[in-house]
């Protein structure tokens, strides 16, 4: 078996394992399933020519996630692909939808709202679970811009969705000052002291 066949198939098997769960936050991105599949192709056509140079599992994983970010800002700035956000969010007269199809519709129609590289730290912080650190070092930035990224991505959905749908709904659990309040993302949760 030659070098390059063995490669192959450690990258075959790596997409298999992998492609989806990337196409996923890829679509968390950027809030279109077409635009979600060409961003993972990027990022995966890249890491296949890195492939030789990256060894460990951990390693591979960062790459994947700093080269999707990175496709997506850049994607971001073409002029031809400048998304114009509109929110018309269906009125539930205050109640959450029984389906759970409609909460993650309204939730994802809010994230396109939110800023792409606020939305980007939202994705990474709450979808891939990351810690503040390594969405900073990701991103390139400090951990209080992450942070302040985070809480202001917040502010603008719990805008966008309303107060009622904020209190009840998915964000519900991140509010500051809330009840088990959030302060500063996944395993990081402190209760609220009630007095």
Not at 49 to 72: C, K, M, N, Q, S
Not at 90 to 95: C, F, K, M, N, R
Not at 110 to 139: K, N, T
Request: include cysteine; hydrophobic fraction near 35%; aromatic fraction near 6%.
């Amino acid at each position: 078996m030659s070098q390059g066949s063995g490669r192959d198939r450690e990258f075959g098997d790596y997409y298999a394992a992998r492609g989806a769960a990337v196409r996923a936050t890829a679509f968390l991105l950027c809030g279109d399933w077409h635009l979600a599949q060409d961003l993972t192709q990027t990022v995966f056509v890249r890491l296949y020519r890195a492939w030789p140079r990256i060894g460990r599992r951990d390693t591979i994983e960062h790459y994947v996630r700093r080269t999707l970010l990175r496709v997506f800002l850049d994607e971001r700035r073409r002029p031809w692909r400048r998304e114009r956000p509109s929110v018309e969010l269906a009125d539930h007269g205050g109640a959450a939808p029984a389906d759970h199809a409609d909460d993650r519709m309204i939730l994802r129609q809010a994230l396109a709202a939110v800023p792409a590289r606020q939305r980007a730290v939202l994705v990474l912080r709450y979808w891939e679970d990351l810690s503040v650190e390594q969405v900073a070092d990701l991103l390139g930035c400090s951990t209080g811009n992450v942070k302040s990224q985070s809480a202001r991505a917040l502010d603008k959905l719990r805008a966008v969705l309303g107060d009622e749908a904020a209190e009840s709904g998915p964000l519900a659990h991140s509010q500051p000052g809330g009840p088990g309040k959030t302060t500063g993302g996944p395993g990081e949760t402190r209760s609220a002291q009630h007095g």
